[in-house]
């Protein structure tokens, strides 16, 4: 079992709709948790971060953490073809140094 | 400013061939990081620098794969004796001073391996 879950999709939305993307992980020592956003031939750049459980709002962007049941959301409210990228959730902390694990990407398009 | 590059872009190679690849991390970032991205399968690490300390290899798949930093800057990756499947998307992130858990990862746009 891979530490975090993540469906790869794709995911095909109306412009306009409202986006869930999530994640599973399985190590109760992850803190910190992170969206990143990868454009077709681009690195991933972070979108949002978040720390511990609880929500984080950005925008029309939300983040949803949920250590209880070790699940994290990306909610997108009224996407926009501009929206159309793989998102990475990602998550770290005291797991042994530095390192943080990605979750596979989900792609998603936002159809005009 | 600028941020983190890589070249080159697209590299195509024989099976058996030595490939390297290389990074230049944003200026003053103190931490390097390489990761392997394969359709399907996320980011998979491969090595960590972080400053002057010894870097961490525990993600290299095999001994065909090294990296060096040179000057503390810039890092060069070495695929010896390619195979198929290292045919991959090999991104470099760099991070101010590597501390994990807060400290943002920014990353160059890849370099697309292929492996004939």
């Known amino acids: 079992q891979k530490e975090v879950e993540q469906d790869p999709g794709p995911l095909s939305v109306p412009e306009g709709a409202i986006v869930s993307l999530n994640c599973t992980y399985s190590?109760?020592?992850?803190?910190?948790f992170m969206w990143y956003r990868q454009y077709s031939r681009k690195g991933p750049e972070l979108l949002m971060y978040?720390?511990?459980?609880g929500n984080k709002e950005d925008g029309r962007f939300t983040a949803q953490v949920d250590k209880s049941s070790k699940y994290i959301s990306l909610f997108i409210r009224d996407s926009q073809p501009s929206d159309s990228a793989t998102y990475l959730c990602?998550?770290?902390?005291?797991?042994?140094?530095?390192?943080?694990?990605f979750g596979a990407g989900t792609r998603l398009f936002v159809k005009a | 400013g600028a941020g983190v590059s890589q070249s080159p872009s697209n590299k195509v190679t024989e099976k058996g061939k030595d490939v390297e690849l290389r990074c230049d991390p944003i200026?003053?970032?103190?931490?390097l990081y390489w990761y392997r991205q394969s359709l399907g399968q996320g980011l998979e690490f491969l090595i960590y620098f972080q400053g002057n300390s010894a870097p961490d290899k525990s993600g290299l798949p095999s001994d065909r794969f090294s990296a060096e930093r040179t000057g503390g800057s810039v890092s060069t990756l070495t695929i010896q004796r390619t195979q198929q499947e290292d045919s991959a998307v090999y991104l470099c992130a760099s991070s101010l001073d590597g501390t994990g858990s807060t400290d943002t990862q920014y990353f160059g746009p890849g370099t697309r391996l292929t492996v004939l």
């Open positions: 978040t720390y511990s459980s």
């Open positions: 990602a998550m770290s902390g005291n797991t042994g140094g530095f390192k943080t694990i």
């Open positions: 200026s003053g970032h103190t931490a």
């Open positions: 190590n109760s020592a992850f803190q910190y």
